[in-house]
């Protein structure tokens, strides 16, 4: 509707795709409907491009499947993968994607890519700063001020 009404200002199409941020075949396309069928054409005008494969509710049910984890679908680990997702959709609805589309699937559902921090659940927090106070220094020695080659040296004698 915005671009609706900077077509009947005048400006031009590029001046409207850059001000609405879409591109120029698609304000082209608003004002050929506008001129033909005025601004009710536009607002009955369906969603262009190919259909979407997944319906509403089964995204819903994607979701919630989501949801439940991995480990509720017999994966080793709590990590949701595109593999893994993309074989979840699969399974659920048989409709095969491509990994790259899986994640804007996810992204339309409102999930954010996320990395594990990493540490073990067994980590011990008291006794990895009790080895950083005592072993640590211990281990790492400083090189003898004697000026003793070390084993790596690349010089010829």
């Not at 509403?56 to 709590?78: T, Y």
């Not at 990590?79 to 959709?89: E, H, N, Q, S």
């Amino acid at each position: 509707m915005e671009a609706a009404r900077l077509l009947r200002e005048g400006l031009s199409q590029s001046e409207v795709a850059r001000r609405v941020e879409v591109h120029r075949q698609s304000v082209s396309r608003w004002a050929r409907e506008l001129e033909e069928s005025g601004v009710r054409g536009l607002r009955k005008a369906g969603r262009t491009g190919r259909p979407p494969r997944l319906s509403p509710a089964q995204l819903r049910d994607l979701e919630r499947a989501l949801k439940r984890g991995p480990e509720a679908f017999g994966f080793a680990s709590g990590l949701w993968t595109a593999a893994r997702v993309r074989d979840l959709i699969e399974h659920r609805t048989g409709v095969r994607y491509h990994e790259a589309h899986v994640w804007r699937i996810l992204r339309r559902l409102n999930w954010t890519c996320q990395r594990p921090a990493g540490k073990a659940l067994e980590r011990d927090e008291q006794a990895i700063q009790q080895w950083q106070k005592a072993a640590w220094p211990r281990i790492k020695q400083k090189p003898s001020a004697s000026g003793a080659r070390s084993s790596s040296s690349t010089k010829a004698d």
